[in-house]
């Protein structure tokens, strides 16, 4: 991952930008296997996206946090990344999911 902020365009919710935390600054890589050596879902997710020729994401704001991951994979892969749309969670009247 690049030690830069991440934007995000998303169609809902404009550009986002994801800055860094002061852990990601220092060492700004993130796990992509596991130590039992299976993927984990930041790259089976991209790796699917690209292998079935994905051109929109649409999915809950609560993953709007991983897509800076995404993104960055795209980018490793060569590949342009989908259009992303983060929407608002359909929530339980007690606010559950």
Same mark, same amino acid.
């Given at each position: 991952?690049? &030690?830069? +902020? %991440?934007?995000? +365009?998303?169609? !809902?919710a404009g550009d986002v930008v994801r800055k860094l935390t002061d852990r990601?600054?220092? =060492?700004?890589? $993130? !796990?992509? !296997? &596991? @130590?039992? #050596?299976? +993927? %984990? /879902?930041?790259?089976v997710n991209v790796v699917d996206d690209i292998e079935m020729d994905i051109?929109? !994401?649409? &999915? #809950?704001?609560?993953?709007? @946090?991983?897509? @800076?991951?995404? *993104?960055?994979? /795209?980018?490793? $892969? #060569? *590949?342009?990344? +989908?259009? $992303?749309?983060?929407?608002?969670?359909?929530?339980?009247? =007690? #606010? @559950?999911?």
């Amino acid at each position: 991952m690049t &030690r830069e +902020p %991440v934007t995000i +365009p998303d169609l !809902v919710a404009g550009d986002v930008v994801r800055k860094l935390t002061d852990r990601e600054e220092a =060492d700004p890589d $993130f !796990v992509i !296997v &596991r @130590s039992d #050596g299976k +993927p %984990v /879902f930041h790259l089976v997710n991209v790796v699917d996206d690209i292998e079935m020729d994905i051109t929109h !994401v649409i &999915r #809950g704001e609560d993953h709007l @946090s991983n897509t @800076s991951k995404h *993104v960055e994979l /795209f980018k490793a $892969f #060569g *590949v342009e990344a +989908p259009k $992303f749309a983060h929407i608002p969670l359909i929530l339980n009247s =007690d #606010g @559950s999911k």
